[in-house]
């Protein structure tokens, strides 16, 4: 009997079930009822499990709110957290792979995003406020966000997560920014957007801004004001060399004449990051306090309307000879591109939050539609179709976080590797978000493309606004064409400097904590002059990874990741030839394909490293390894879509799933690591 699935083809909206719909089918694991009431979880940081959720959100009473800043204190979380191997806490006895992970022991990032789950509630619940689904659709169908959801996000405090803990702020680590982000987005991806855009724009100020220019910002950001980052051009695009706007300088002025659009937050925002010339072919960013300018100096342009994300101040800003004081240039005048480039490194990364929140949003309401649906006398979750899609596109979600949580960590782990890898982020996830959400759309079917009913018929919603997590910010083809620019070089590795394995254990290690960030522009560089730790140790990790596996993984996984690994190298080789063989060809259609590869066995050793960091920390399903399996098989159906998943490891994962599901928490690897 073949034990083993047939997996469908690469676009899962193109899956064609090998096994017909009356077949018969797998029973699924039943979890224990639970009850629909609310979570109820303490104060974040004494929480014993960061998936867990704390009381909604009480939207009357924001005033009085769980304030993290009462509640977590996530610049010295550690402080609120009782020490390994304190009275009371829940260690594992060392090398015991199979205890139940320390929930303690996770970095700062997992426990400020389970407050702010907890404080917005369960959005599928009506009476959870601003941030449940009812609210968000009916908001939304008058061009809206709910009412009281920016002052609910503000009360938290998100705008503190946007500002250095150096300004006063609580920006420690990228990963903590992400993590808050993809629990925003997993319920308004247009919350999300707003304020990453005001991200975008003050970056430059954290990373070369003088005393002034920083001090100003982050008040004016944790007094609630917006900012936008003004590149874009209507006639220029991702052409940004070819850009018009031009700042003449005037003595110690300088006289900015041009139009920036679309630009989010370019109405509301009060400040204008601006990207402008200020030599024949120099460009500068230029900070634009609008409160220093004359009324007639500058106008809005009218809202532009937009498929999703509506309720987003998408619009534009013409400047007409707006006369700007001279040191209000970012740094120096005249590196305006390379600080936008290296700028754009950091919010690429994080926009891979606003794909995971997606997938876990379309996730939950897939699964929890599959097992409301009824036809032809039991729930749909039965009919093996659409199991297919509910369970590969959980495994999606799983690899997304092993491909974009370490690259969070990486802005102060190895700030000089984010030109590759932000890109590879930038790329890699918001096109599994994409496929996700068209996968569960057709479980969904009619419901699907209801703007009421399921879930109060948020799917469509959530579908129209994840559509731009592969257009802004550098758009898929330049992304993968900025890969593409690094594979020459990266296929010539320079000697390496004996630092690679704490350097992949602080980036994959979840329990490790990140170094705080300072912001600085000159850690940021423009190449990883051919330097990728992550992909060009694959001999290394193969064998490191088979060692532990023979050792402690589950029976089977050992044999499974021989196949996987010698399938993985023979596609890298593959790759390495067709680099060496196409002598610097760097833009052509085939190059790309090329980048694209890349990614994929990024990725596939992204979840390689993530389950040899984490295994002994995490234990249970986790460690038996079996989502791994899932995970690289899953992965490589991408160049060999015949590959099949194994059957028989997908138990432990349904019954995550499930247990998930049906206690509203997030789809996470963590959910692995519990013991059932
Ligand atoms: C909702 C929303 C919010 C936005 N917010 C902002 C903002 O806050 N600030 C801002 O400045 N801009 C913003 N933009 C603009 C956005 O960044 C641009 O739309 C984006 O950079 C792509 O530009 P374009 O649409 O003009 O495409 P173009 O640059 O005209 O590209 C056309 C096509 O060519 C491809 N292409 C371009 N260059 C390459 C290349 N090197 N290699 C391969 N293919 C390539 C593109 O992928 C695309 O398919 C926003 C846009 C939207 C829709």
């Known amino acids: 009997?073949?034990?083993?699935?047939?997996?469908?083809?690469?676009?899962?909206?193109?899956?064609?079930?090998?096994?017909?719909?009356?077949?018969?089918?797998?029973?699924?694991?039943?979890?224990?009822?639970?009850?629909?009431?609310?979570?109820?979880?303490?104060?974040?940081?004494?929480?014993?499990?960061?998936?867990?959720?704390?009381?909604?959100?009480?939207?009357?009473?924001?005033?009085?709110?769980?304030?993290?800043?009462?509640?977590?204190?996530?610049?010295?979380?550690?402080?609120?957290?009782?020490?390994?191997?304190?009275?009371?806490?829940?260690?594992?006895?060392?090398?015991?792979?199979?205890?139940?992970?320390?929930?303690?022991?996770?970095?700062?990032?997992?426990?400020?995003?389970?407050?702010?789950?907890?404080?917005?509630?369960?959005?599928?619940?009506?009476?959870?406020?601003?941030?449940?689904?009812?609210?968000?659709?009916?908001?939304?169908?008058?061009?809206?966000?709910?009412?009281?959801?920016?002052?609910?996000?503000?009360?938290?405090?998100?705008?503190?997560?946007?500002?250095?803990?150096?300004?006063?702020?609580?920006?420690?680590?990228?990963?903590?920014?992400?993590?808050?982000?993809?629990?925003?987005?997993?319920?308004?991806?247009?919350?999300?957007?707003?304020?990453?855009?005001?991200?975008?724009?003050?970056?430059?100020?954290?990373?070369?801004?003088?005393?002034?220019?920083?001090?100003?910002?982050?008040?004016?950001?944790?007094?609630?004001?917006?900012?936008?980052?003004?590149?874009?051009?209507?006639?220029?695009?991702?052409?940004?060399?070819?850009?018009?706007?031009?700042?003449?300088?005037?003595?110690?002025?300088?006289?900015?004449?041009?139009?920036?659009?679309?630009?989010?937050?370019?109405?509301?925002?009060?400040?204008?990051?601006?990207?402008?010339?200020?030599?024949?072919?120099?460009?500068?960013?230029?900070?634009?306090?609008?409160?220093?300018?004359?009324?007639?100096?500058?106008?809005?342009?009218?809202?532009?309307?937009?498929?999703?994300?509506?309720?987003?101040?998408?619009?534009?800003?013409?400047?007409?000879?707006?006369?700007?004081?001279?040191?209000?240039?970012?740094?120096?005048?005249?590196?305006?591109?390379v600080q936008t480039l290296k700028t754009l490194q950091i919010t690429r990364t994080a926009i891979a939050a606003l794909s995971v929140g997606t997938m876990d949003a379309v996730v939950r309401i897939g699964m929890r539609y599959s097992r409301e649906r009824t036809l032809y006398g039991s729930d749909i979750y039965k009919i093996p179709v659409i199991r297919d899609h509910l369970v590969k596109t959980h495994l999606d979600l799983l690899i997304a976080e092993c491909v974009a949580i370490p690259v969070t960590r990486s802005l102060t782990v190895a700030p000089g590797r984010l030109s590759l890898w932000s890109s590879i982020v930038k790329y890699f996830v918001p096109v599994l978000g994409e496929e996700v959400v068209a996968s569960i759309g057709t479980v969904l079917a009619a419901r699907g493309y209801l703007r009421e009913g399921v879930a109060h018929g948020v799917f469509q919603k959530l579908q129209r606004d994840h559509a731009i997590a592969s257009i802004f910010e550098g758009t898929t083809h330049v992304n993968l064409a900025n890969v593409a620019g690094q594979l020459p070089y990266l296929i010539e590795p320079p000697e390496e400097t004996g630092h690679e394995d704490e350097l992949l254990a602080d980036l994959f290690c979840w329990t490790r904590t990140p170094p705080t960030w300072e912001p600085d522009g000159r850690m940021l560089q423009l190449t990883n002059e051919g330097r990728d730790e992550i992909g060009q140790r694959f001999e290394q990790i193969s064998e490191e990874l088979l060692s532990a596996a023979n050792a402690h993984a589950a029976p089977g996984v050992a044999a499974e990741l021989k196949d996987l690994m010698s399938s993985i190298g023979g596609l890298r080789a593959k790759v390495d030839q067709g680099i060496r063989a196409s002598e610097g060809d760097t833009g052509s259609v085939a190059a790309l394909a090329r980048a694209k590869r890349y990614c994929e066995l990024h990725a596939m050793m992204s979840c390689a490293l993530t389950w040899l960091h984490n295994r002994h920390a995490f234990g249970g399903a986790f460690a038996d390894g079996q989502w791994l399996v899932l995970c690289l098989q899953r992965l490589l159906q991408r160049a060999q879509p015949d590959t099949i998943l194994s059957e028989e490891f997908l138990p432990s994962l349904e019954a995550a799933m499930f247990r998930v599901s049906d206690e509203r928490r997030w789809f996470s690897l963590l959910s692995l690591a519990e013991d059932e």
């Open 1 to 337: 009997m073949d034990s083993k699935v047939p997996a469908r083809a690469t676009h899962p909206a193109t899956a064609t079930p090998d096994v017909p719909a009356t077949s018969a089918k797998p029973e699924p694991p039943r979890p224990p009822v639970v009850s629909a009431e609310p979570l109820k979880s303490p104060d974040p940081m004494n929480s014993a499990d960061p998936m867990n959720p704390a009381d909604p959100m009480n939207p009357a009473d924001t005033e009085n709110s769980a304030d993290p800043v009462d509640s977590v204190d996530p610049v010295n979380p550690a402080e609120s957290v009782p020490a390994r191997g304190a009275a009371g806490a829940d260690e594992p006895a060392p090398g015991d792979v199979r205890s139940r992970v320390w929930w303690g022991e996770l970095s700062p990032a997992h426990r400020v995003a389970a407050d702010l789950d907890g404080y917005l509630g369960d959005p599928m619940d009506e009476e959870s406020g601003p941030f449940s689904y009812k609210a968000i659709v009916e908001a939304e169908e008058r061009d809206e966000l709910p009412a009281g959801a920016v002052d609910a996000v503000r009360s938290w405090g998100f705008p503190k997560y946007l500002v250095p803990a150096g300004l006063g702020g609580r920006l420690t680590t990228l990963e903590d920014l992400f993590f808050v982000t993809r629990g925003i987005s997993r319920r308004s991806v247009t919350v999300a957007v707003m304020y990453g855009s005001g991200l975008l724009a003050v970056n430059p100020v954290w990373l070369w801004g003088d005393g002034w220019q920083r001090r100003t910002v982050a008040d004016g950001v944790l007094n609630g004001d917006l900012a936008c980052f003004g590149v874009s051009e209507a006639d220029h695009g991702s052409d940004v060399m070819a850009s018009e706007s031009e700042a003449e300088v005037q003595g110690d002025e300088l006289l900015l004449t041009g139009t920036k659009w679309p630009v989010g937050n370019a109405t509301r925002g009060r400040f204008v990051t601006t990207y402008a010339k200020t030599g024949p072919r120099d460009f500068s960013l230029i900070l634009v306090d609008k409160q220093e300018l004359e009324p007639d100096m500058w106008t809005a342009l009218p809202p532009v309307r937009t498929v999703g994300l509506r309720g987003h101040d998408l619009s534009g800003v013409m400047f007409v000879g707006a006369r700007v004081p001279a040191e209000r240039v970012i740094g120096r005048r005249g590196s305006g591109l």
